[in-house]
C-alpha cells in the first residue's frame, strides 16, 4: 500500500523556522522525482520545491517566493522527503503537501501558520 506521511507542521512566529518531513512507503521511492506543494485558503496549489532523483543529481528547484529560505532534500536510505523551511512569514502559512512526481501519490497534508 503507497504511503506518504507528513509530520513537522504547526505554528510559528514570523522569522522562526519548521522542518517538514514526508516518509514514503509501497513504491520505488528513488525512482521519483519528489515535490512539496502548498495551498492556502482560497488559493490554488502551488508548487514550493523539488527534488529529483539521485541518479540525475537530485538537482532542486524553487518557487521565487521561498527561493533562499526553503531548502529540500531527501533520503534515500530512509525514504524521506524534507523541507526545511527558514525566515517564515506570514504568507507561508498554508497546507502542504509532499508529492511523488509523475504519479498520483500524495500525503495527507499538514498545516503550517505563521502568525505572532
Known amino acids: 500500500q503507497v504511503q506518504l506521511v507528513e509530520s513537522g507542521g504547526g505554528l510559528v512566529q514570523p522569522g522562526g523556522s519548521l522542518r517538514l518531513s514526508c516518509a514514503a512507503s509501497g513504491f520505488t521511492f528513488t525512482w521519483n522525482d519528489m515535490s512539496w506543494y502548498r495551498q492556502a485558503p482560497g488559493k490554488e496549489r502551488e508548487l514550493v520545491a523539488s527534488?529529483?532523483?539521485?541518479?540525475?543529481?537530485?538537482?532542486?528547484n524553487y518557487a521565487d517566493s521561498v527561493k533562499g529560505r526553503f531548502t529540500i532534500s531527501r533520503d534515500n536510505a530512509k525514504n524521506t522527503v524534507y523541507l526545511q523551511m527558514n525566515s517564515l512569514k506570514p504568507e507561508d502559512t498554508a497546507v502542504y503537501y509532499c508529492?511523488?512526481?509523475?504519479?498520483?501519490?500524495w500525503g495527507q497534508g499538514t498545516q503550517v501558520t505563521v502568525s505572532s
Open positions: 508529492h511523488a512526481e509523475n504519479t498520483n501519490y
Open positions: 527534488v529529483s532523483r539521485s541518479v540525475t543529481g537530485g538537482r532542486t
